[in-house]
C-alpha cells in the first residue's frame, strides 16, 4: 500500500507548504504485516495487493508440504 505522509519537522525555517520535501513523503508499507518497505522489495499479486517477500510465501505451499497432504499420490 503507498502512502502519502506529511513529515514535517517543525524545522524552524518560513514553511514551504507543499514545496517542502518533507510535506509529502511516499511510503510503501505491506497490506498483510503493515510493515513499512522499500517499493522493490514489495511484491503486487493478481488482486492487486502489495505483499511483502515473508507474506506473499506465507501464501503458498511448498512442494513438499503439498507431497506430504498426498496431493501428488499416484
Same mark, same amino acid.
Given at each position: 500500500? #503507498?502512502?502519502?505522509e506529511?513529515?514535517?519537522? *517543525?524545522? +524552524?525555517l518560513?514553511?514551504l +507548504?507543499?514545496? !517542502?520535501p518533507?510535506a509529502k513523503?511516499? #511510503? /510503501?508499507?505491506?497490506?498483510? !504485516?503493515? *510493515?513499512e518497505?522499500e %517499493?522493490?522489495e514489495? /511484491?503486487?499479486?493478481?488482486?492487486?495487493?502489495e505483499? !511483502?517477500?515473508? !507474506?506473499?510465501k506465507?501464501r503458498?505451499?511448498t512442494v %513438499?508440504?503439498l507431497? *506430504?497432504? +498426498? %496431493?501428488?499420490?499416484?
Open positions: 500500500m #503507498r502512502k502519502v506529511d513529515e514535517c519537522v *517543525s524545522c +524552524g518560513p514553511c +507548504g507543499n514545496n !517542502c518533507n513523503v511516499i #511510503r /510503501y508499507y505491506c497490506d498483510e !504485516c503493515k *510493515s518497505f %517499493a522493490d514489495l /511484491y503486487v499479486n493478481d488482486d492487486e495487493e505483499l !511483502c517477500e515473508n !507474506c506473499l506465507d503458498f505451499k %513438499a508440504q507431497e *506430504s497432504e +498426498g %496431493a501428488y499420490d499416484d
